[in-house]
């Protein structure tokens, strides 16, 4: 079955600073790797995408994620953080041939410090 | 600009009552999700469905239901609410096929007490 992890529940970094906000992914085949940012009281909103080709994808607002398929992980990043990226951000997982699932994992809360 | 559109943002129901969650979208989209988000949990999959009529269970099906009439509509049902399932439920959308792999359209959330 597949499923995602992200071990840390928040992650405080300091305006300015580089951001990484770790995901970790469980498979049976090759995966589609998504991540989603959630503002106070709003849905999520699509953030970049991994399907296939270049391991370094990337996305809005100045993120990027790189895919390390021998450490199964997918994680997000950003060379500067600012005050307006604080938010909860969501790794999310599907199969290439499972079908309509997308699994996410359990959120981690991003404080950027002013 | 395309939208999930979910018609209350904050409801209050009793124990026992049947509740209703209703989501739109205009984006013509084949699959349609509802998620529940709770703290420390993320988001689990409910019900979705891949086409008008068409329902598929999800990770956590139990004491819900679903319906998909038209295409641009999908609601959620808790046939009899219970304080458990006081929660966020969000419902998103997709196109079918590779369009699936551009991501998923979220609504704003329907946050749900049930007292």
């Known amino acids: 079955a597949q499923s995602v992890a992200q071990p840390e529940d928040q992650v405080n970094v300091a305006e300015g600073n580089p951001l990484t906000v770790k995901c970790t992914y469980s498979v049976s085949g090759n995966p589609y790797l998504f991540w989603y940012v959630q503002y106070p009281n709003r849905g999520l909103q699509f953030l970049l995408k991994y399907i296939t080709g270049d391991n370094l994808v990337k996305g809005s607002y100045g993120f990027e994620a790189e895919f390390n398929k021998s450490q199964t992980s997918f994680h997000l990043k950003k060379p500067s953080a600012l005050v307006s990226d604080s938010a909860l951000y969501f790794c999310a997982v599907r199969e290439k041939t499972g079908g309509f699932k997308t699994i996410f994992g359990a959120g981690t809360r991003l404080f950027v410090k002013a | 600009d395309v939208k999930v559109t979910q018609s209350s943002r904050y409801l209050v129901k009793r124990t026992g009552e049947k509740v209703f969650l209703e989501c739109v979208q205009d984006?013509?989209?084949?699959?349609m999700f509802w998620y529940r988000q709770d703290p420390g949990l993320g988001l689990r999959l409910i019900y979705f469905s891949y086409d008008v009529k068409m329902k598929e269970k999800g990770d956590i099906p139990e004491g819900y239901s679903v319906s998909r009439e038209k295409k641009e509509r999908f609601s959620l049902i808790l046939e009899s609410a219970s304080t458990n399932q006081t929660s966020m439920y969000l419902c998103?959308?997709?196109?079918?096929?590779?369009?699936?792999?551009?991501?998923?359209?979220f609504g704003s959330g329907t946050r749900l007490t049930v007292v």
């Open positions: 998103a959308s997709s196109a079918a096929g590779t369009g699936s792999l551009y991501g998923y359209t």
């Open positions: 984006m013509d989209h084949e699959n």
